[in-house]
């Protein structure tokens, strides 16, 4: 059965990533599905408190993404991924992981998602906010803790 084919695997990059890697892995074993790894790094927010000529905004950016590229990589390396199905991407998460889907036409988002709780109940986590709008069917990995 030819269900899936092409998977995109949304990760936040810490210790439960690799569990919901290895989880989309073995799915993607089962349906002769190809991998993809993404990754989004929120743009840094400066509070009017600080004087923005004294932050270097652009080059904190710069930081952070080549930290997340090199453990993204890292990441693909482990379960066999080519670099160029790993995406770094800078915006707001759930855009750009529905974005990043539909641009490779994926057929199944996966992605590690907690218990509501705290600010998500006022505010929605990600893997609901990438609901509203995914061209694709979403797997949620609960995540104890």
């Known amino acids: 059965m030819e269900l899936y ?16 890697v290895d989880k989309a892995r073995n799915l ?5 599905a190809e991998l993809s790894i993404v990754h989004v790094i929120e743009p840094i927010a400066v509070g009017y408190a600080v004087e923005v000529t004294t932050v270097d905004i652009e ?4 930081e952070v993404s080549e930290q997340a590229k090199s453990s993204l990589k890292e990441l693909g390396n482990s379960v066999d991924i080519p670099d160029h199905r790993l995406h770094t991407v800078l915006g707001q998460p759930a855009r750009e992981i529905r ?10 988002i996966i992605m590690g998602g907690h218990g509501r709780h705290g600010w998500e109940l006022l505010f929605g986590s990600t893997s609901a906010s990438v609901t509203h709008g995914a061209g694709c069917d979403l797997l949620i990995v609960h995540i104890d803790g």
């Not at 993607?28 to 002769?32: D, G, I, R, S, V």
């Open 5 to 20: 084919k092409n998977i995109l695997v949304a990760v936040d990059l810490t210790r439960d990533s690799a569990m919901i």
């Open 28 to 32: 993607a074993k089962q349906y002769e």
């Open 59 to 62: 080059g904190l950016h710069e």
């Open 99 to 108: 974005e990043l889907a539909k641009k490779i036409e994926a057929d199944l």
